[in-house]
């Protein structure tokens, strides 16, 4: 089954700079997406990272400010840059469901980011 | 396209009392997966549950049991004599079968069992 690590699990980041979020899975996937979850809110999908090729974006969400780092199929990083207040999200990163066999959880413990 | 309707915002109950969450879901795929999570206040996203589009049969998980109806598209979980750990918010989760795709999640219910 996959087992996601993701790191760092909470950070308080001063506005202006950048937070890159890491995503580590225990076995080989090809397609990991990354959410935001807004205080108070459901999820939201920021984008899919396919292993080899460039991200896609869903609206609302740019590659300027989510850049997103696929470098093989275990690994993917999610940057949150130039940080304002309303970034304070917790991010969470996934595998296809439809691709994980055994009945897990799909998901990453997910980051705490408040931005001051 | 893809939607997912839970339409309780808040309920709260009082220990010991059984408590329904409603989703309704809406797709144009004929294979599917459901979900279930809870989210407590650390803010982690607990597995419950995955249901697959042909497998109508209900659930139970201790506590916890499913009830899935194709017909009218719903998928409601209930927990039975509710204690106070089960606080948190529910998401019902919908995710097409086709290869890469992702969850749509519904807007969350939060429960509050009082003691």
Same mark, same amino acid.
């Given at each position: 089954s996959a087992v996601i690590s993701q790191k760092p699990s909470r950070d308080?980041?001063? $506005?202006? %700079?950048? +937070?890159?979020?890491?995503?580590?899975? #225990?076995?080989?996937?090809?397609?990991?997406?990354?959410? $935001?979850?807004?205080?108070?809110?459901? +999820?939201?999908?920021? =984008? %899919?990272?396919?292993?080899? /090729?460039? =991200?896609?974006?869903?609206?609302?969400?740019? @590659? #300027?400010?989510?850049?997103?780092?696929?470098?093989? +199929? %275990?690994? /993917? %990083? +999610?940057?949150?840059?130039?940080? /304002?207040?309303? #970034?304070?999200? @917790?991010?969470?990163?996934?595998?296809?469901?439809? $691709?994980?066999?055994?009945?897990? =959880?799909f998901f990453g413990q997910g980051t705490r980011l408040t931005v001051v | 396209a893809q939607k997912v309707t839970q339409a309780q915002t808040e309920i709260s109950v009082v220990e010991k009392e059984d408590v329904t969450l409603d989703c309704v879901y809406e797709t144009r795929d004929t294979t599917y997966y459901l979900f279930w999570y809870k989210q407590p206040p650390s803010g982690e996203l607990v597995f419950l549950i995955r249901?697959?589009?042909?497998?109508?049969q209900n659930e139970i998980s201790g506590r916890y049991s499913w009830n899935f109806q194709k017909s009218t598209s719903s998928f409601n979980f209930t927990i039975t004599a509710s204690q106070v750990v089960d606080s948190a918010v529910y998401f019902c989760a919908l995710s097409e079968s086709n290869y890469g795709q992702n969850f749509v999640f519904g807007p969350g219910t939060r429960l509050s069992v009082l003691p």
């Open positions: 308080i980041c001063q $506005r202006g %700079t950048s +937070l890159t979020i890491q995503c580590q899975v #225990d076995s080989q996937v090809t397609m990991m997406f990354w959410y $935001r979850q807004q205080p108070g809110q459901s +999820l939201t999908l920021i =984008a %899919t990272a396919n292993q080899g /090729s460039e =991200a896609t974006y869903e609206s609302g969400f740019v @590659i #300027d400010k989510f850049p997103i780092s696929r470098p093989n +199929l %275990t690994f /993917s %990083t +999610l940057t949150v840059s130039n940080m /304002s207040p309303e #970034d304070s999200s @917790i991010y969470l990163c996934s595998v296809d469901p439809g $691709r994980v066999r055994r009945t897990e =959880a | 249901r697959n589009s042909f497998d109508e």
